[in-house]
């Protein structure tokens, strides 16, 4: 069972390129979320989906796109990235959108943006 | 969801018991205080959750007070595994689990 898994772990890039950052759970779990973090700073969510087909805006949607085809997978899109989303992103899924589904979070990607 | 509010940082002596204060003194009747935390460069871990009992898991215990107005997380035994930082989230039947709120929580230091 390996949970919440993001890749990649690591990457660079330059403004103005666009790149996917994938993250798959093997849990079965409806509801998944994207966050960023950046340093000394607590979570922000991007974008949240509470089941295949379905997704939404957070507190900082711009400049992110997602989509949720499958209950597994929900990558996010950066789709022209600027100096300004270099963080630390991470996933987390839980069973369901209700007040007691504790998330469960993948181990990040550290994203610098040059 | 209600506002909750936790001291920046905290030390503790290994061994000894942590003990993490967190107030949400708008908490309303249907919401869950939560408690997760981060160790350094990974991502954040759940550690228990309540409703208005006191709740006590394999990692940890939590006390809410009477009035669920502040809840203490409780770390029996520190370890210096332990270090990290401790978020405390309140989230409601009605809201989603995206839209938990994690400020920027407790910097717990386990010193030997």
């Known amino acids: 069972n390996a949970g919440v898994t993001q890749t990649p772990k690591f990457q660079v890039l330059k403004t103005g390129q666009s790149m996917t950052l994938q993250c798959a759970q093997d849990m079965n779990h409806e509801y998944m979320s994207w966050y960023r973090q950046d340093p000394g700073m607590g979570l922000r969510l991007i974008h949240y989906s509470v089941g295949a087909g379905i997704t939404d805006q957070g507190e900082v949607p711009n400049g992110y796109n997602v989509s949720r085809s499958t209950t597994e997978d929900f990558p996010l899109r950066l789709l022209s990235a600027a100096p300004s989303q270099t963080s630390v992103y991470f996933c987390a899924s839980s069973t369901d959108w209700k007040a007691q589904s504790a998330q469960h979070f993948g181990d990040g990607t550290r994203l610098s943006i040059l | ?112």
């Open chain 2, 1 to 112: 969801d209600a506002k909750t509010t936790q001291p920046p940082s905290m030390d503790c002596a290994e061994g000894r018991a942590a003990n993490l204060p967190c107030n949400h003194s708008t908490i309303s009747g249907n919401e869950y205080v939560y408690w997760y935390r981060q160790i350094h460069s990974q991502g954040p871990q759940y550690i228990i959750h309540g409703l208005k009992n006191n709740e006590t898991n394999e990692m940890a215990s939590l006390i809410i007070t009477e009035d669920r107005k502040s809840s203490t997380l409780i770390l029996p035994h520190a370890t210096l595994r332990d270090t990290a930082v401790y978020y405390c989230i309140v989230k409601g039947a009605n809201t989603n689990a995206g839209k938990s709120t994690f400020g920027d929580g407790t910097t717990l230091t386990v010193k030997p």
